[in-house]
């Protein structure tokens, strides 16, 4: 921090005249954390408060708070998805509403401004201190509906916003003067096939909120305003200083790299080219990506919103560096995304629709960087994390026959991916997406059985479904689950079951995802990634999903974890001889296996020491 006069006590405020700066790093440490600890309240208010099983138990959902002058501040841990673009989302109030003023609350899921896509709605509350408009508090959540002419959450098949159907609130005053707009809440009411649920979600965001106008407030009167301004200020300052160091340890790259998402049968034949030009400087302190030599828009569900194609590149490069970035305008000076209009990873022209916008694409999209990445060396970079959100994401609805066959309709979080490997670990088991970072959480099964008419048979490990590699990916998931009675209907829209994730410098790509139909006879009926499935009783449905890519040769994995993941049943005894290369005896007095390694040498062609 420049040395220079600070502001007096805690909590005055200096002369306008006298320029306001920091002299104390411990001060500022302890600011950033307050910060952080705002969102972190806010993200418990809404985890504990939240109506749906998606958003109170699966955690889809993210807090943020953007600078009044429209600078993303802090994050705490929400998903990247959802944060790494809140201030382009912010900005639309002052645009849009130039009556601004203390109690106001805003609605948005306008995906051409700056959101997401229409299935994450956001609140944002400006807060104003001493009438000036300081801050803006920022509460996302995905919705299990969001009123698509499909009952479910994405719309992978929707030609156009129009055959979507999601209703959209580009940027809606919520509250005025602190008190709700009820013809906002009927319109949501009126259009959404679980409104009460939709209103808890939607009170939980606007409560978390308002808890941070409350916070920040506190922590300025505590501090003044100058200084928390200053603050502000020098803190993106110094993030955009430590981005620019680690990119200037970084060997100049130039990377023209690409992958394709699995193609849809009758709407994308041949799948979604997803291509990217990376360049690294370390000179500058910049990486820059171009994004503009994609394809046009697609007349379906998957194009990328402008802010979920700059998330998932700030994503992947956040993957790839290391720990201890901050999460802020100020480092995201150092990465440059070049987009254009009109194109499926770009900026979305209306009526294009973005159902998907989320996932999928963007999956694509974040793999695709960060093992680009990967082949720069010097120990960055990650292989390709599982992208497959089949039966185990799919979203669920139909009437419960438990309560007078009341509706229903949620997404299910059952299983993870297997997560990338990278050079230091193997993949996180509990990964997720990559677009989401492994933030996500999966649902409790119970949870889903009390509050649904399903069963679920079965949740398990699939092994030798992770990709090999000195340091290995995740493991893939299958699950089962069926219907109590009646029958349900189940909305997948699954990459990953064509093309895997990939390995990186000899690591090889994780298992690829797979869903099916059990009829009552027990046959089972490979179905599509991209489906409608209405499941009766009797019936059942079972899906693997990804594992994640390995990192380096395999044959270099140390022989004491592979026969660990071999006793663990991670992986199988085949698998580590042909592919790991390593020789497992068994010791039929005790049972147990252990490595040969004189034999595993001799494979690998090493002398034994």
């Not at 200037?248 to 992958?259: E, I, Q, W, Y």
Request: charged share 20%; proline share 5%.
């Amino acid at each position: 921090m420049r040395q220079q006069p600070s502001v007096g006590p805690a909590g005055d405020q200096a002369p306008k005249s006298t320029p306001v700066t920091f002299t104390d790093p411990v001060l500022a440490a302890v600011l950033a954390n307050r910060f952080e600890a705002i969102v972190r309240e806010m993200t418990n208010t809404v985890l504990r408060s939240a109506r749906s099983v998606i958003v109170s138990n699966g955690r889809d959902f993210s807090c943020a708070i953007v600078s009044g002058d429209g600078e993303l501040v802090s994050v705490a841990d929400g998903l990247p998805v959802h944060t790494f673009n809140s201030h382009m989302q912010a900005a639309n109030i002052a645009r849009l509403h130039p009556d601004l003023a203390e109690g106001d609350a805003f609605i948005d899921n306008d995906p051409y401004r700056g959101n997401t896509h229409p299935a994450d709605q956001t609140v944002m509350v400006p807060v104003f201190v001493d009438g000036e408009h300081l801050f803006t508090a920022c509460a996302k959540a995905h919705q299990a509906d969001i009123g698509n002419s499909l009952p479910t959450t994405y719309h992978p098949f929707a030609k156009d916003v129009y055959e979507e159907g999601a209703i959209i609130f580009p940027c809606m005053r919520l509250q005025r003067n602190g008190r709700t707009i009820e013809d906002v809440i009927r319109l949501g009411m009126r259009r959404i096939r679980v409104p009460e649920q939709w209103r808890g979600d939607l009170l939980a965001t606007l409560g978390a909120a308002r808890i941070a106008e409350r916070r920040l407030k506190e922590l300025c009167r505590e501090h003044g305003t100058a200084r928390i301004k200053t603050f502000i200020k020098e803190w993106l300052d110094y993030s955009e200083r430590l981005m620019a160091s680690r990119i200037s340890a970084l060997p100049t790259g130039h990377m023209d790299v690409s992958s394709t998402h699995d193609p849809v049968p009758g709407f994308l034949p041949d799948g979604i080219a997803v291509k990217a030009v990376i360049d690294v400087d370390p000179d500058a302190g910049e990486i820059t990506v171009d994004l503009q030599h994609n394809d046009d828009c697609v007349k379906a569900g998957f194009n990328q919103t402008e802010a979920t194609a700059r998330s998932s590149v700030m994503a992947a490069i956040y993957h790839s560096l290391g720990t201890g970035l901050p999460r802020n305008s100020g480092a995201f000076r150092r990465i440059k995304v070049l987009l254009r209009e009109n194109s499926v990873v770009g900026i979305p022209r209306f009526p294009a629709s973005c159902s998907i916008a989320t996932t999928n694409v963007a999956d694509r999209l974040v793999n695709l960087v960060q093992s680009a990445l990967a082949g720069l060396g010097h120990d960055i970079g990650l292989a390709e994390g599982g992208l497959c959100m089949g039966v185990n994401s799919g979203v669920i609805s139909g009437e419960d026959f438990r309560n007078g066959g009341r509706a229903y309709i949620s997404q299910l979080t059952l299983a993870s991916n297997g997560g990338p490997a990278s050079a230091f670990a193997d993949g996180w088991g509990t990964y997720g997406i990559p677009a989401a970072s492994g933030l996500t959480y999966r649902d409790s099964v119970e949870i889903n059985e009390i509050k649904f008419p399903m069963i679920v048979d079965h949740l398990r490990l699939v092994p030798g479904s992770a990709g090999a590699g000195e340091h290995r990916g995740g493991l893939a998931v299958e699950t089962c689950y069926r219907v109590r009675e009646g029958t349900m209907t189940v909305v997948t829209n699954s990459d990953g079951q064509l093309f895997a994730p990939q390995g990186v410098l000899g690591g090889q790509s994780g298992a690829l995802g797979a869903s099916y139909l059990v009829h009552e006879d027990g046959r089972e009926e490979r179905i599509p990634g991209f489906g409608v499935h209405v499941v009766r009783k009797g019936q059942a449905l079972r899906g693997t999903t990804n594992g994640g890519g390995g990192f380096g040769d395999p044959a270099k994995r140390d022989p004491a974890l592979v026969l660990r993941d071999v006793c663990e049943m991670r992986e199988t005894i085949e698998r580590a001889r042909d592919t790991y290369q390593v020789v497992l005896t068994e010791n039929a007095t005790v049972g147990t296996l252990a490595v040969d390694a004189e034999r595993t040498a001799k494979m690998r062609r090493l002398e034994v020491i």
